[in-house]
């Protein structure tokens, strides 16, 4: 894939929604759900808000918000792609108790279909590096939040520490993409690499977070600078 527009995005993880799952438990041996965890923690959702997950995906977050602010409380899971939401929605079916928690909503995270200061708080995972327009992302974000509100976002990083660049570069071009061609995804998976290489560093985040209007914002490396958690104040 060459270009990254908006379609393109979709298209991709439409087609992966069937190996999504399976490929981030073996790349990440499992620690995605740490990570995860992580940003849950961050925004500390309580019994009965109501909370937003951004580019749910097949619906991990979501799901894992859901434990916490169940049983009054409300998630909203909105993704693009309806693949990987039909995938979301299944998974929610093995949980019967957080059935009437949780929301799947086929939606653009640069136009979302909720009023200003909806929720409580929200959580986005690997969504803000694959979003066309970031400033707008955040802006739509900040716009649907209660003042107060806290927001995470968990994604890639580019490690400041040569050793940690190199060994990452060798991991998504060894071991990633080798393990997406051997499920006949490697064009999806090659993708990783330059989205990472024009994501704005945790810094130039924080900066576009302040303008669209978050009065903090704080990047932390995580994962030896490899991953990063950007937890925003409204
Ligand atoms: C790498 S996946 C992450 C999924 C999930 N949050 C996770 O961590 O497993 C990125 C997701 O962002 C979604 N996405 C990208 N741009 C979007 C947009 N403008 N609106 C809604 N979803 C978008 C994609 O469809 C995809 O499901």
């Known amino acids: 894939m060459t270009s990254n527009s908006a379609t393109n995005v979709r298209q991709i993880f439409d087609r992966i929604a069937p190996v999504y799952d399976d490929l981030n438990d073996w790349l990440s041996l499992g620690q995605h759900r740490i990570w995860k965890k992580m940003a849950v923690r961050w925004i500390n959702p309580q019994p009965g808000q109501t909370v937003l997950d951004l580019c749910c995906g097949s619906g991990d977050l979501a799901i894992m918000l859901a434990r916490r602010v169940a049983p009054s409380g409300q998630v909203f899971g909105v993704d693009f ?12 079916a093995t949980y019967p108790h957080l059935q009437n928690c949780v929301v799947w909503q086929e939606g653009d995270a640069l136009a979302l279909q909720f009023a200003d200061r909806t929720f409580d708080g929200a959580t986005m995972s690997y969504g803000l590096r694959n979003v066309v327009d970031i400033p707008q992302c955040l802006t739509e974000l900040h716009r649907v939040l209660k003042p107060g509100a806290i927001a995470a976002i968990l994604d890639f990083h580019r490690p400041s520490d040569p050793l940690m660049t190199r060994f990452q570069q060798f991991y998504l071009d060894r071991i990633v993409v080798p393990a997406a061609r051997q499920r006949g995804v490697t064009e999806e998976y090659e993708y990783i690499a330059p989205s990472l290489a024009r994501f704005p560093i945790g810094k130039d985040q924080e900066k576009s977070a302040i303008a669209a209007g ?19 104040t409204k």
């Open 214 to 232: 978050f009065t903090k914002a704080t990047h932390y490396q995580i994962a030896n600078g490899m991953m990063g958690i950007l937890v925003l």
């Open 81 to 92: 792609a309806c693949a990987q939401l039909a995938i979301a929605a299944q998974k929610l």
